[in-house]
């Protein structure tokens, strides 16, 4: 099976070379320095998967939230400073990005094992990729070598973040902005398969679409009837959270496309990639053939884990993943 990995890792990376490229990322880089790093990482997620099966989807967000902001370099975890604002009160992350204290026991089991030898970036984005796969998702073969930011940026965290308020253009955009492609906003939405949204994301589907007090008329109404349930229109229930797949909410699968091809997404900006040229015949594909998906969905999550990265004497490996050292 080694051979196998390591034959389909440098395909990949050459594959990523075309588009973004593999830079200084190593596969091999902790193994020499830390050979046990991916089993410490590995047995982390799991323990907390086992804990409280929701936490896969937020280690998942938790590590797109910090690639669209500065790049993958692990400025989400960081706390806020006297000479930076922080991005978890950024109002993408604000009371909705969870996780951080399955980062901070990983790393500090790294850190008894390996000190001051592996980046919190590198650990958060292990942690992604198992959090997928131990959930019945696929596995991939992640790049190292990263290194962790210096600061945060609260107003790009406000500015660069994809919201489910926005158009499918703008969302695109964003992505472009960060070297992904239409294919890619379609690919990782896949990744709501095991999220979760509050209520105030989606509300106005529900009650008043169109500002006369009506559902959209393209949600199912079946699922309609069971989101008023959760989401009643009032304010105090902004916060109630519902499954954006809740047919298999706790497991990786194609379920979130099969939901979209049937009028059941959640999100006005995921059912949007069903009235798009570009992207109804990937969400129809991906409901008709898992095994693409999750084939794509590693190449995808490949290419945005190289986003921004900090190699080499840039950036530090911070002892401690809530502050710079």
């Not at 980046?119 to 991939?140: H, K, Q």
């Not at 679409?209 to 079946?222: H, M, Y």
Request: net charge negative; charged share 20%; with cysteine.
């Amino acid at each position: 099976m080694g051979h196998i990995a390591t034959a389909f890792s440098a395909i990949l990376c050459l594959f990523l070379l075309l588009s973004v490229g593999c830079g200084q990322l190593d596969y091999k880089f902790y193994d020499a320095t830390c050979p046990n790093l991916t089993k410490i990482v590995r047995r982390g997620v799991w323990s907390a998967i086992a804990n409280e099966t929701r936490i896969a989807a937020s280690i998942l967000r938790l590590h797109f939230h910090d690639c669209f902001v500065n790049g993958c370099e692990g400025s989400i975890l960081l706390d806020e400073g006297s000479d930076f604002k922080g991005e978890k009160n950024a109002f993408p992350n604000r009371n909705s990005v969870h996780g951080f204290e399955v980062i901070d026991a990983i790393k500090a089991d790294v850190e008894k094992a390996c000190p001051s030898t592996v980046s919190c970036s590198d650990i958060l984005t292990l942690a992604a990729r198992d959090a997928v796969s131990l959930t019945g998702g696929p596995f991939w073969p992640v790049p190292l070598g990263r290194r962790d930011g210096l600061t945060a940026n609260e107003t790009a965290a406000n500015t660069d973040l994809p919201s489910p308020f926005e158009s499918l253009v703008n969302i695109t955009a964003k992505f472009i902005s960060k070297g992904l492609d239409s294919k890619d906003v379609v690919v990782l939405s896949g990744g709501h398969t095991i999220g979760f949204a509050q209520c105030f994301t989606f509300k106005s589907r529900l009650f008043n679409f169109d500002g006369a007090g009506n559902p959209d008329p393209i949600l199912d109404e079946s699922l309609l009837t069971i989101l008023r349930g959760v989401c009643p229109n009032q304010d105090d229930s902004n916060t109630n959270l519902v499954p954006l797949d809740s047919a298999t909410s706790s497991k990786f699968d194609n379920s979130y496309f099969k939901n979209l091809a049937n009028s059941s997404g959640v999100l006005q900006s995921d059912q949007v990639l069903m009235s798009d040229n570009k992207t109804v015949a990937l969400v129809l594909n991906y409901s008709k053939y898992p095994f693409v998906f999750f084939k794509d969905f590693g190449v995808s999550m490949i290419k945005m884990g190289n986003i921004g990265v900090l190699t080499g004497q840039d950036g530090q490996i911070r002892k401690n993943c809530r502050v710079v050292n």
